[in-house]
């Protein structure tokens, strides 16, 4: 890497050095277990699109004798779970918010959830903003996905199995304090842009396109305390893997846990893979109302070409015209996730990206591949850091040394301009190409670029890239942590 870097920014696109299938049901063998068993990742939601599952998944849940999910529902006490959703004793939520976000909240209870809001008055600010979220959901289907697979696993007498504890999720939430709760639940109410509503139908659109890096990404993509993400996630995460094995060393398993749970370098997959199973991704399809059973699983085994396409829901896009509108400038900062082919003489490899640019100050990076976080890059005006956890690695000096190896000139303006799309900034005259296009508005006067393409000539790599999501003058996070045991690169 030392003598063979091409170019910064290229650099740290590349290191996703495999295209991976895309799957939200995984095959997990090897060790103690006997027989393959199954994760499946769900959302909790009752969009009746997630429930039209090809019989690759519905054959995999015959196959097991027992069946887990997060937490068995159908057992639980209501008494006690509406106790846990209490705030302390004495703490309401009409002395807690102004009297104008209350009477603001009041009126979204009554319009989404029917009832109002002084009947919620003693609920903590959390469970209201959720239930004010899902309530703004399609309902086609009577129940949430996991429960729905719950009812299946009993009807047809399977052993049932939770995972974790009701009590796991509620330390989680407590850890959250209060007054974060109130500014989360007021953030909510005040948001005139649907911006949650936006959120959400995004979060839905990356699970029917089996993208669990990019669910992956909007689950660390969040005001909320690292704490909160720590017992959320990371910490419930070694429960779950741990459980697994237990069961799936007894009975065939099929286990049902959120796609949140699934991805990163902390989630269930790599925690079972660093426990020596073998964990591997099935391929299905969704069946729409107009698509026969059997054409979608002929589709599926037709080959990768129309497997890619089977694997996007159709929906009508309407290009907005942004023709007119003219290059946002002016904000303080701009982030966006999205995808990037790496096109070269090897082939082409995938990654997907997040990028947090707060102007002329600092630009965060991170880049993954399928479930496993590779790369998170810090750009400054003075320094570079970046680590590389395919090759535990990092990087951390100035712009000099990296500059002995390419074939044109970077700076913190140059990889600023090159993210943002500022072409007037971008050095001119040197071996590097660059294309913007497909803008689309971001307010009412200005527009962003979702599509680049950028093209390193001396060596031909292109990498083609596309956005979703930019968000302007909403910070987002800028930190780096260099692993203890990694190995500092001099170049």
């Known amino acids: 890497m030392n003598k063979r870097l091409i170019s910064l920014a290229f650099c740290l696109l590349c290191v996703a050095t495999t295209a991976f299938p895309q799957s939200i049901l995984w095959r997990v063998s090897g060790k103690n277990i006997q027989s393959p068993s199954y994760l499946y990742g769900t959302i909790h939601i009752q969009d009746e699109r997630v429930f039209h599952y090809d019989s690759t998944v519905s054959n995999a849940f015959k196959a097991c004798d027992a069946f887990a999910v997060e937490i068995l529902l159908d057992e639980l006490n209501m008494a006690g779970l509406r106790q846990t959703m209490m705030m302390p004793k004495g703490q309401v939520l009409s002395e807690l918010l102004s009297k104008s976000d ?46 729905d697979l719950l009812q299946k696993a009993r009807a047809e007498g399977k052993s049932c199995y939770g995972v974790e504890q009701y009590m796991d999720q509620i330390k989680a939430i407590d850890a959250v304090s209060m007054k974060d709760q109130i500014a989360m639940l007021t953030e909510f109410i005040r948001d005139t842009t649907n911006q949650s509503v936006e959120e959400m139908g995004e ?103 129309i497997k890619e396409q089977t694997n996007k829901v159709d929906t009508e896009v309407v290009e907005p015209d942004a023709s007119a509108l003219p290059m946002a400038t002016g904000y303080n900062w701009v982030t966006y996730r999205g995808k990037a082919d790496i096109i070269d003489t090897g082939g082409t490899r995938t990654c997907n990206f997040y990028m947090v640019n707060r102007t002329d100050s600092i630009l965060y990076l991170n880049i993954h591949a399928y479930s496993v976080e590779v790369m998170r890059a810090v750009f400054t005006p003075d320094s570079v850091i ?30 600023q301009a090159l993210f943002n799309g500022q072409t007037e900034k971008l050095p001119q005259g040197q071996k590097l190409s660059y294309e913007y296009s497909a803008f689309e508005p971001v307010d009412d006067a200005s527009s962003f670029f979702t599509e680049f393409v950028f093209k390193e000539l001396n060596r031909v790599i292109e990498v083609r890239g596309r956005i979703k999501v930019v968000r302007l003058n909403v910070p987002g996070t800028t930190n780096i942590k260099i692993p203890e045991k990694f190995e500092r690169i001099t170049l």
């Open 102 to 147: 209350f009477a603001l909240l009041d009126s979204l209870c009554k319009v989404k959830l029917g009832v109002s809001a002084i009947f919620m008055n003693s609920m903590k600010p959390f469970f209201i903003a959720s239930a004010l979220q899902q309530a703004d959901l399609p309902k086609g289907a009577e129940n949430a996905l996991d429960l």
């Open 203 to 305: 979060l839905v659109d990356a699970y029917l396109h089996f993208d669990l890096d990019r669910m992956w990404e909007m689950s660390l993509d969040t005001a909320l305390p690292k704490k909160f993400s720590k017992v959320l996630l990371y910490d419930r995460n070694v429960k779950m893997a741990k459980r697994f094995v237990e069961i799936a060393k007894k009975q065939t398993l099929f286990c049902a846990v959120g796609c949140a749970h699934l991805a990163g370098d902390k989630g269930v997959i790599a925690l079972l893979r660093k426990k020596g199973y073998t964990v591997e991704p099935v391929v299905f399809s969704w069946v729409t109302d107009d698509e026969p059973q059997a054409q979608a699983e002929a589709v599926r085994n037709s080959g990768p070409e």
């Open 386 to 415: 970046f680590v590389n956890k395919l090759t535990n690695q990092y990087y951390r000096d100035t712009y000099a040394p990296i500059n002995r190896h390419l074939p044109f000139t970077v700076d913190f303006q140059t990889v």
